[in-house]
Nanobody
Framework: QVQLVESGGGLVEAGGSRRLSCVAA????????MGWYRRGRGKQRELVAV???????TYADSVKGRFTISRDNDKNKVYLQMNSLKPEDTARYYC???????????WGQGTQVTVSS
């Protein structure tokens, strides 16, 4: 079993920065991948960034060059550094852990990020 807890959300002005954190507790394996998703009010959930167990990263086109995902060496924490924030970044951000074998996905409760114009 795995529990994910996000923190760092809040209100920020456009152009500002914010750092989200996620702590994974439980049975965490070296093959687990982690990432961030977000869901804006009235919008579909979308992938923001993912970091594999080996450290490879991918980003949504909308956040490339502005957001950076990273994880600790112990593989149980993941961060999302958000720079040059825009009002369209306003959403609830969810931490995600993917276990490839056996296949299983875990989700945190989310943390709200609101960017004012």
């Amino acid at each position: 079993q795995v529990q994910l807890v996000e923190s760092g959300g809040g209100l920020v002005e456009a152009g500002g920065s914010r750092r989200l954190s996620c702590v994974a507790a439980g049975n965490i394996f070296s093959v687990d991948d982690m990432g961030w998703y977000r869901r804006g009010r009235g919008k579909q959930r979308e992938l923001v960034a993912v970091i594999t167990s080996s450290g490879a990263t991918t980003y949504a086109d909308s956040v490339k060059g502005r957001f950076t995902i990273s994880r600790d060496n112990d593989k149980n924490k993941v961060y999302l550094q958000m720079n040059s924030l825009k009002p369209e970044d306003t959403a609830r951000y969810y931490c995600h852990l993917h276990r490839p074998w056996p296949v299983r996905d875990y989700w945190g409760q989310g943390t709200q990020v609101t960017v004012s114009s």
